[in-house]
């Protein structure tokens, strides 16, 4: 294989991983999080979790202002579409690691490495969570 075809096949979008999202651990993780948490003290977890927890509150804080931040340049005349855009992609972005951070610090919570989709039944409105079907 030549170098642009290693690079067109590295930019091509992986297939959706199944077990990644809905677990891969028939305990739910909680083996691998003992194995993990094993070298750590409980004074390290906790400060792990800590930190977790100040950067989700961060990120959060930082996307809401940047949210707020549009209708404040709109009332000043200083909103641009690239900046009215470039705010809401800021947003967007800050949301997310607001997200990763807030599924980092319950995993810590609750004390194994649990899949994506547990957390997401865990956070999300009743009528809104993810239900895997059960296949034959």
């Known amino acids: 294989m030549n170098g642009a075809a290693?690079?067109?096949?590295?930019?091509?979008?992986?297939?959706?991983?199944?077990?990644?999202?809905?677990g891969r651990d028939a305990d739910g993780g909680i083996e691998r999080f003992r194995e993990h948490a094993y070298t750590l003290s409980q004074?390290?977890?906790?400060?792990?979790?800590?930190?977790?927890?100040?950067?989700?509150?961060?990120?959060?804080?930082?996307?809401?202002?940047?949210?707020?931040?549009?209708?404040i340049c709109a009332l000043y005349g200083i909103l641009t579409i690239p900046f009215?855009?470039?705010?809401?992609?800021?947003?967007?972005?800050?949301?997310?690691?607001a997200s990763v951070a807030d599924f980092r610090a319950w995993?810590?919570?609750?004390?194994?490495?649990?899949?994506?989709a547990e957390y997401l039944n865990h956070r999300l409105p009743r009528n809104?969570?993810?239900i895997e079907k059960e296949r034959p």
């Open 6 to 22: 290693l690079g067109v096949d590295e930019l091509r979008p992986r297939h959706f991983d199944r077990r990644g999202f809905f």
């Open 43 to 71: 004074d390290q977890i906790q400060a792990a979790l800590f930190a977790w927890e100040r950067d989700r509150g961060v990120f959060l804080v930082m996307s809401v202002g940047l949210v707020a931040a549009i209708p």
């Open 84 to 97: 009215g855009i470039s705010l809401i992609a800021g947003a967007a972005f800050l949301a997310v690691k």
């Open 107 to 116: 995993q810590i919570q609750q004390g194994r490495f649990a899949a994506p």
């Open 128 to 130: 809104m969570q993810i």
